[in-house]
């Protein structure tokens, strides 16, 4: 079983930073992240289409420039004991970082709600540009439609179906969509959507299991990844037991 650090070691560091991301790394196999755009088109890595939770400003990520997103403190709300200074950091930023490394990237484009033209272009353009291979790069989306964008931008791409409450034949949506993977909501897979996505080739990773315990449940069910908040956290306690 895999482990991705969700929005980074978001447990530790205020979430989706490069702070976040670079502690995660000795600990997983990949990250998940978030990506937006701004007002003038620069791919941002933050999790909410408004700055106003994770940060010291408010207002929508699409209605502020780079500059001005780069003035926010992104761990002003942070509420555990790590730092509490933080950018928020663009994709450009990320990627740069992680180039080097052999993590696996679970980018989410956040197009759920604001329909950001091109962003699927510019991000699979941007994972290009940073010379990242495809197998390192997995696209998801809660937005299906971005799924099937991305296979139309380029089939080879790796892409999985975000869900949040039961999908009918998760595993066969993801078929018809072209997509490898399903990830779907720790507390509502059953061992019997995994046996189903297994028999089609599909890969089950599910987000965001709250505890060591939880993870244990998701291994015995046969999950191929875990996404969470404290991967060193977990895995140390999982060892332990
Ligand atoms: O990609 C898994 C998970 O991050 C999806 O939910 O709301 O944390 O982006 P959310
Ligand atoms: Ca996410």
Redesign the pocket.
């Known amino acids: 079983m895999q482990w991705f650090a969700?929005?980074g070691a978001s447990d530790a560091f205020p979430e989706n930073t490069l702070e976040a991301f670079e502690a995660a790394l000795p600990d997983v196999d990949g990250i998940?992240f978030?990506v937006h755009f701004s007002k003038d088109g620069v791919g941002i890595v933050i999790?909410d289409e408004t700055v106003d939770r994770t940060t010291d400003g408010t207002g929508r990520v699409v209605d502020l420039t780079l500059a001005e997103l780069k003035q926010l403190n992104a761990g002003a709300r942070f509420k555990g004991t790590g730092p509490q200074r933080a950018m928020i950091p663009t994709l450009d930023e990320v990627l740069e970082l992680v180039a080097p490394t052999q993590i696996v990237l679970?980018i989410?484009l956040k197009t759920d709600t604001i329909r950001y033209e091109g962003l699927e272009a510019y991000v699979v353009e941007r994972c290009r540009a940073h010379q990242l291979a495809r197998n390192r790069l997995i696209f998801?989306s809660f937005n299906h439609y971005s799924i099937d964008t991305i296979r139309q931008l380029d089939p080879s791409l790796e892409t999985a179906l975000?869900y949040l409450y039961p999908l009918f034949h998760p595993e066969q949506q993801a078929k018809q969509l072209g997509a490898k993977g399903i990830?779907p909501d720790y507390r509502r897979v059953t061992a019997e959507d995994v046996a189903l996505a297994h028999a089609v080739g599909i890969s089950v990773r599910v987000?965001?299991p709250k505890s060591a315990e939880d993870v244990r449940r998701m291994k015995a069910i046969g999950i191929d990844a875990v996404?969470v908040n404290d991967p060193k956290g977990f895995k140390a306690q999982l060892s332990i037991d």
């Open positions: 969700h929005r998940e978030d999790h679970n989410e998801s975000l990830h987000y965001t996404i």
